[in-house]
């Protein structure tokens, strides 16, 4: 696997030959949007945004999201986006937010989120940050993946969003 922009741990761990995880930029914003909508549409109950949100969001709201001081990684297969995952710092943290985590159906079971994430929490490490996340509390496998990478839960709990029922579940790394 290669890799674009900046350089990534799990590049050999996937062992697929096809595949590049970049590191998106503000020239990247239409890959990001094209992604997320993707991610959105396939999970709604992932996000706290909401697909007709994204829809609606402008050229320069992705190039906004793009540009910004976080993370986002993508994983191209063939040239197509089939998984993201992303972390920022709150102002004035130690401790870094992974958000967006998505794997496309017919990418999932191969390693692309487990690579992904530990790639972002790599990211982190190397900045001496701690790192939290947030699940849906039903998306099991979701959650057994970051157990695996070593995550456990807060109990802290909120709504996904506002208006929802739904909630999401803050899981912390624990080292």
């Avoid at 970049?22 to 914003?29: H, Q, V």
């Avoid at 401790?95 to 929490?121: F, H, K, N, Q, S």
């Avoid at 849906?136 to 929802?164: C, I, K, M, W």
Wanted: net charge negative.
């Amino acid at each position: 696997m290669k890799s674009g922009g900046n350089t990534t741990r799990f590049a050999g761990n996937l062992g697929a030959v096809n595949l590049d995880v970049r590191s998106i930029t503000a020239a990247d914003w239409s890959l990001l949007r094209d992604v997320s909508v993707r991610a959105l549409a396939d999970s709604p109950d992932a996000f706290r945004t909401t697909l007709a949100e994204a829809r609606a969001f402008t050229e320069n709201v992705w190039r906004q999201r793009a540009e910004g001081s976080a993370l986002v990684l993508v994983v191209l297969e063939d040239g197509r986006a089939v998984a993201m995952g992303g972390v920022f710092t709150p102002p004035d943290s130690a401790v870094a937010e992974i958000w967006g985590m998505w794997t496309a159906p017919e990418a999932r079971g191969r390693g692309c989120g487990g690579g992904l994430l530990a790639d972002l929490v790599n990211w982190c490490r190397d900045r001496d940050l701690g790192v939290r996340l947030q699940v849906t509390e039903d998306n099991q496998a979701a959650r057994r993946l970051y157990v695996a990478h070593g995550f456990q839960p807060t109990g802290v709990r909120e709504p996904l969003r506002e208006g929802s029922e739904l909630r999401v579940e803050e899981m912390q790394l624990v080292e």
